[in-house]
Structure formats: structure tokens, C-alpha cells
């Protein structure tokens, strides 16, 4: 600016020197004094105001406008280095320190990377920088990189068919093949993470509508209160198939006294409750000596060969005070051994006169960091039928301290198979 204004000078004077007018000669001098005083009071201004805003540590227009395109290159050369292309962010990096040599400590890295360059605005309504509504934004991202989307893509160069070329059906099919009639639901939401294509087609609602029914049947036909059929399952309270709820119960027996008389023996007894659900409405009743360890994988189906086995259904209750209970009525399994040695005999044992049907009433709550993981006793009583007159005796008994809470523990086992879909 000073270089063109001497220029501007420099001519006024070749014109001076070339003009004989007394006249002019008299303007122009005017002008020039007017003309330098204005360009010295512009100068020691902009000086001024420069010095103004480095003492109060404010930045010049300039200076954020070059600050933003060197954040923006900075961003973009993060984002082309996370996609694995080295030289274009090397690029970048260049263009944006050659702007800001210091760039690196002044960027606010909470941002994304795209945020700056107007396409990347989906985050601008979360402060946390998270996305509320992952599956949209999944799909929205599908639709735009291309007209006939695919739920994946492969990574590597496949002579064989990828997965991506199933219709849609059959990969529905397939993902209800994963659920199972165990209702592993867990393997669902695992499958979801290996990508987005997965995701969307693990949050489908006819998968969760499916499992719901199997899980509350007729009382599943609202989804109020619920947003979708997924939240319905993981919040409603019900009971979990994928292991087995464990009550464990010690106590001190007296034993008889020695021979001599001199002392007497005490025991320390511990025994085991078993309950493991099944998805069809069966549940099995166990209660048994034996540990966890052997008991537990022998209670993988209901066909069990043990003794005091017990069978039966079970039904979910929702109260009017928001509680889940639990109503089981079990029976004494029959053993298909004795029946086919005894069908060759001439004479066949006559059937019981009486059944005996134990009848289980339980409280369902957490425990834990565990959601549905506890079973609290309410009631226990065991019904005999005598089926010559079809009368039936109740007997109640007492829920002492011998009746403690279950607790679930989770099976990998019970749900490494698949017998059929959902």
C-alpha cells in the first residue's frame, strides 16, 4: 500500500514539474499536503488497533479466517490417515502448518472431522458428541453411498459368493436362525457389531415382535409403554433360558452320638435348588446334593435321566403393584427305563393311586448388575391327588430360612446350538 501511494506521489510530481500554470501548481501542493496527512493518520491508526488487540489477546479477523481453513485441512488430513491413505493426509497436514505452524495444539479434536466442511452436521444436536438414533443414521449413510444399497461390503477380493449378494430374506432368515427357539438374543446384538448393514438388520422389529410373543404370548399385543418391540424385551421383567437360576442352602445337622457315649457328631450339609426355563413354557425342578459343576450341563434339555427331576410348566404374572411373579406346578418325571422293562413282564405294577404335583410361587426382581437375575420364594406346597375318589390334599409348607432367593447364572452351553429358528 505505502509502495503504490509513493507511486501515486511520484506521478503528481512529474506532473507538477511538466505544468507551467501558477494555478495548478498551487492545487497540487493542497492535495498533496492533504493527502499525506490522511495516509499517516491511517497508518498510525491500523497501528494502533493492531497493538490494541494483541494487548487484550484478541485475534484479528485475518488470523481466525486462517486459523479455520488450517483447523479444516488439519481434520481432513486425520480423517484421510483413520481411511489409511498416508500421502493425502501428509498433504494436509503441510497445507494446514504451513497456515498455522502450531495447529496441532490448537484444534479441538471433540469435533469430527467432516463437521467443517458443511456435510457433517449430524452431530450438531448432541452435545456429547454421540448419535441418538444410530440405526437411522445407518441407513441414511447406506442410501447415500449408493442407489441399490447393500447391507455389506466385502473388505477383500472373493472368488466365492459374499454374503452380501443373499436377498433380504434369506439373511432374515438366517439372523432368526441365530436367535433360535432358545431366544439368544444375546447372539443378535453381538452379531450387530460386525457392521452397519448387520446393525440395521438386527434391530428389525419382526425379529424382537417374534420373541416378545414367545416370551408373554396374548399379553404382548401393546407396546405401550415401550418405544419399540426391542426396548419391550430387554425391560419388561421376565425370566432368562440361557442358564439356570441356583438357590443354595446350608445348615448343621446333630448326628448320633459314638458308641461310648463321649461325643457327638455334627454335619455341615449343603444342597442346591435348581430351576431352569425353557421358551415353550416348561421349566424343570431340581434339588439335589451334587455340585453346580456336574448338575449344571445335565439340565441342558428337559429330557434329564436324574432322580427327584421334576417337570412342569410355568406362567408370568404382572400384578396391579408393577410386580412379576412367577407361578410353577411341577411333576415327578416318569422313567422310560422302567417302563420298557416292564412291558415284556407278564404282570405290569399297578399304576400310583396317588399324584403328587408341587406347586412354586415366585417374586422376580434384579439382582446385581444383572437385569431379571433373582427369584424370591413366596410360596411352596405340594398337592396329592388320589385319583380312586379324586380328592386332593394340600400341604403347605413353612418358607424358613432353608428357602433362599435364587440366583441366575448364565450357560454358554445352552444356547451354542441351534435346533430351529425363530
Not at 481434520?75 to 498433504?91: D, P, S, W
Not at 456429547?128 to 477380493?157: A, N, Q, W
Not at 396317588?354 to 427369584?375: D, I, N, P
Request: charged share 25%.
Amino acid at each position: 500500500m505505502a509502495e503504490e501511494n509513493a507511486d501515486i506521489g511520484g506521478m503528481i510530481e512529474d506532473e507538477d514539474e511538466g505544468s507551467d500554470d501558477p494555478n495548478l501548481h498551487l492545487e497540487l501542493n493542497t492535495f498533496r499536503a492533504q493527502w499525506m496527512s490522511e495516509l499517516k493518520l491511517s497508518s498510525g491508526a491500523s497501528g494502533l488497533s493492531g497493538r490494541l488487540l494483541r494487548a487484550k489477546g484478541l485475534k484479528r479477523p485475518q488470523d481466525i479466517a486462517r486459523e479455520e481453513k488450517a483447523t479444516e485441512l488439519f481434520l481432513r488430513a486425520v480423517q484421510e490417515e483413520q481411511n489409511g491413505a498416508v500421502y493425502e493426509a501428509i498433504k494436509f497436514y503441510r497445507m494446514a502448518m504451513q497456515l498455522v505452524p502450531d495447529i496441532e495444539f490448537k484444534i479441538n479434536y471433540s469435533r469430527p472431522p467432516d463437521a467443517d466442511r458443511g456435510g457433517g452436521n449430524y452431530m450438531d444436536n448432541n452435545v456429547d458428541g454421540e448419535i441418538e438414533d444410530l440405526l437411522s443414521y445407518f441407513e441414511e449413510e447406506l442410501t447415500l453411498e449408493s442407489s441399490f444399497p447393500k447391507i455389506c461390503t466385502p473388505e477383500l477380493d472373493l472368488t466365492q459368493m459374499h454374503i452380501s449378494a443373499l436377498p433380504s430374506e434369506i439373511l432374515m432368515y438366517i439372523f432368526r436362525w441365530v436367535v433360535s427357539s432358545d431366544l439368544d438374543m444375546r447372539a443378535l446384538e453381538q452379531l450387530s457389531l460386525v457392521c452397519r448393514g448387520f446393525y440395521i438388520c438386527a434391530r428389525d422389529p419382526e425379529i424382537w415382535h417374534l420373541a416378545c410373543l414367545r416370551v408373554w404370548g396374548r399379553n404382548c399385543t401393546k407396546l405401550v409403554p415401550f418405544k419399540s418391540w426391542r426396548e419391550m424385551f430387554l425391560q419388561r421383567p421376565r425370566v432368562r433360558y440361557d442358564g439356570v437360576y441356583i438357590s443354595k442352602t446350608s445348615y448343621i445337622r446333630q448326628g448320633e452320638a459314638s458308641l461310648d457315649g463321649f461325643y457327638r457328631a455334627w454335619h455341615h450339609v449343603e444342597c442346591y435348588r435348581y430351576l431352569r426355563f425353557f421358551p415353550d413354557g416348561h421349566v424343570v425342578m431340581l434339588n439335589t446334593p451334587e455340585d453346580p459343576l456336574l448338575v449344571v450341563p445335565r439340565l441342558r434339555t428337559k429330557n434329564i435321566r436324574m432322580d427327584s427331576v421334576l417337570l412342569g410348566h410355568f406362567r408370568l404374572s404382572q400384578e396391579t403393584d408393577n410386580q412379576t411373579k412367577v407361578f410353577a406346578v411341577c411333576k415327578k418325571m416318569e422313567k422310560a427305563t422302567e417302563f420298557q422293562r416292564n412291558r415284556f413282564s407278564r404282570r405290569n405294577p399297578p399304576p400310583p393311586e396317588a399324584e403328587h404335583s408341587f406347586h412354586v410361587g415366585l417374586h422376580l426382581c434384579s439382582g446385581g448388575r444383572q437385569t431379571f437375575s433373582k427369584l424370591v420364594w413366596i410360596h411352596h406346597s405340594c398337592h396329592i391327588t388320589y385319583k380312586p375318589t379324586g380328592e386332593t390334599v394340600i400341604t403347605p409348607f413353612d418358607l424358613d430360612s432353608m428357602y433362599t432367593p435364587f440366583f441366575f447364572a448364565r450357560v454358554k452351553s445352552y444356547t451354542a446350538f441351534s435346533k430351529q429358528p425363530l
